[in-house]
């Protein structure tokens, strides 16, 4: 898959996160995990304050 194709799902399917990564090389690997984390954390924190616990879906593309 393409960068411009990977965009493309991203932006059609309201996808939280995208980042071109290689697991060949290992290039932006760990970032794409730390950002997931990140906003998982973020929203958890978020939704606790609410009491919205069931918002917690979210949906990534990391394309190798």
Known sequence: M???EGKTIKDNHRIDLF???S???GFHVED???QA???LYEVS???SEV???SNLI???VIIF
């Open 2 to 4: 393409s960068f411009i």
């Open 19 to 21: 980042m071109e990564t």
């Open 23 to 25: 697991a060949k090389t």
């Open 32 to 34: 794409i995990f730390c």
């Open 37 to 39: 984390a990140k906003i």
């Open 45 to 47: 924190i978020k939704n």
């Open 51 to 53: 009491n919205k616990v």
């Open 58 to 60: 979210h949906k990534f």
